[in-house]
């Protein structure tokens, strides 16, 4: 069965270190998304991506983060300078569509920042 | 802003009991989905909602879209030890906003 995948499972940076958490799609699907889960609370949406671009972000999607799909594959999440409170689980998601349709999350990357 | 809660927030249950849990909002979604988690990896979707009043059976559960699409409730028949998990809710907003809302989950315990 066709699945979400995501790497590294877990990384731990130091605060200030830029990271970029990979994540490779399910391959047809067209919209991609990253979410992030902090320890205890919800799955919150950061952004969404289609067509080469940024459709959606969230107020938590600041000047710190970006995304990108370098090479039709990947789908990557790259924050530049890490901050204590960006310790989290991080979730790539994909979909075939975007109204109505199902969302495939992968695994997720755990992130702490120390 | 578009809130989901849920509830209840935790539930321990006896093997072989029903159980419902409710996803509910003051917003209208254009779809609801949900997913169960487990610990330290990402939501697995179970069903998506779409229509208002909408039933779904996966198995012994049963999912239902309220017909205002504001609401929906995951119904269990017969719990299983197996059925232990995290359940969320997460609903769609429509139009060109493709992103989920979720919900803060049900932390569902099923004792032998």
């Known amino acids: 069965e066709p699945e979400v995948t995501q790497t590294p499972s877990h990384q731990v940076t130091q605060m200030g270190q830029e990271v970029i958490l990979r994540c490779v799609p399910i391959?047809?699907?067209?919209?991609f998304y990253w979410y992030r889960q902090i320890l205890g609370q919800k799955v919150e949406f950061l952004v969404s991506f289609y067509n080469n671009e940024i459709s959606e972000k969230s107020e938590i999607f600041d000047d710190q983060f970006s995304v990108e799909r370098p090479d039709g594959s990947n789908f990557t999440l790259k924050i530049r300078s890490t901050k204590l409170e960006d310790s989290a689980m991080y979730f790539c998601?994909?979909?075939?569509?975007?109204?109505?349709?199902?969302?495939?999350f992968g695994q997720g990357t755990r992130l702490t920042v120390v | 802003t578009q809130l989901l809660e849920q509830s209840p927030q935790f539930l321990s249950i006896q093997e072989g009991e029903n159980l419902t849990v409710y996803c509910n909002s003051s917003s209208v979604f254009s779809s609801l989905q949900w997913y169960r988690q487990e610990p330290g990896e990402g939501p697995v979707l179970l069903v998506t909602?779409?229509?208002?009043?909408e039933v779904k059976k996966l198995k012994r559960l049963t999912f239902q879209f309220g017909d205002a699409r504001k609401d929906s409730s995951l119904h269990i028949t017969a719990a299983q030890p197996g059925d232990t998990g995290l359940y969320l809710c997460a609903g769609e907003g429509g139009g060109s906003n493709y992103k989920l809302t979720f919900g803060k989950g049900t932390l569902l315990t099923v004792n032998p």
């Open positions: 391959s047809n699907h067209l919209y």
């Open positions: 909602v779409v229509t208002g009043g």
């Open positions: 998601a994909s979909s075939s569509q975007g109204m109505n349709t199902e969302a495939f």
